[in-house]
């Protein structure tokens, strides 16, 4: 599994200015649970934000971008208005309601729209990212872990990240074992699963999001998530930075 880390870690850093800076807000969290100071770097160049164009009336123009949505991800200084956060029923908005949660509040159905995408009938069923979204929202307060309603609706989400986990080495699967850490529950990642992933590494280094397609920022950053998981000992981390 070790060389299966290396080699992953060496694919990420040839990328140089090239990764995707999305996945170096996740590389941030990585490197503190797993004491990798390599991925706290990676994400060094996006802590200082690039000012929004002002519009006539002194306001920003326009919706942020996915990065500015999820900057507070390193920066607990960056904060978006309501009104300019995502909207609509995708995951982005879902996700970053529950970033900005401690800014902006949730919306009251906002545990009936995770659930949702717990159902596997339903249109949009993404159990990986409703744990995200869950979790971010448990982890600042926003939703009461010691609520009766929300402890059914986490164990709800493990049933689905096992369920989906078992689809490894893909894409979505992978994101689903790293939830399980993210949730506290890595004991859950079977063995099986674990081998999986290691055969699926491809020759650069990477993974991908399916067999025959190349190597991928975003999966091989889930993927070493999880082999750092089975390698070496976590850290009790904070994903989200507190504001001081």
């Not at 978006?80 to 879902?94: E, N, S």
């Not at 159990?127 to 010691?146: M, N, V």
């Amino acid at each position: 599994m070790r060389p299966a880390i290396a080699r992953g870690e060496a694919f990420l850093q040839a990328r140089g200015d090239g990764l995707d800076p999305m996945m170096a807000l996740i590389l941030d969290f990585v490197g503190r649970r797993f004491a990798v100071p390599w991925m706290q770097a990676a994400a060094n160049p996006l802590r200082t934000p690039v000012a929004a164009t002002p519009c006539a009336d002194g306001g920003s123009c326009g919706p942020p971008s996915s990065l500015d949505s999820f900057r507070r991800l390193i920066d607990p200084r960056a904060t978006i208005a309501a009104d300019r956060l995502p909207t609509g029923t995708g995951m982005d908005a879902l996700t970053a309601l529950a970033l900005h949660c401690r800014s902006n509040g949730l919306p009251t159905d906002y545990p009936v729209r995770i659930a949702q995408r717990l159902d596997p009938a339903a249109a949009g069923y993404d159990p990986p990212l409703a744990a995200l979204a869950l979790q971010w929202a448990i982890e600042q307060g926003c939703l009461d872990r010691g609520s009766n309603a929300i402890n059914a609706l986490r164990t709800q989400t493990l049933t689905q990240l096992l369920a989906v986990g078992a689809g490894v080495p893909r894409d979505q699967p992978v994101l689903a074992l790293a939830m399980l850490d993210y949730l506290g529950e890595g004991r859950c990642i079977r063995s099986e699963w674990i081998d999986a992933l290691v055969r699926a590494q491809r020759n650069d280094g990477g993974w991908s999001d399916e067999a025959d397609q190349p190597s991928n920022d975003h999966t091989t950053t889930l993927a070493l998530w999880v082999l750092l998981r089975q390698a070496r000992p976590a850290q009790s981390v904070a994903w989200i930075p507190q504001r001081r």
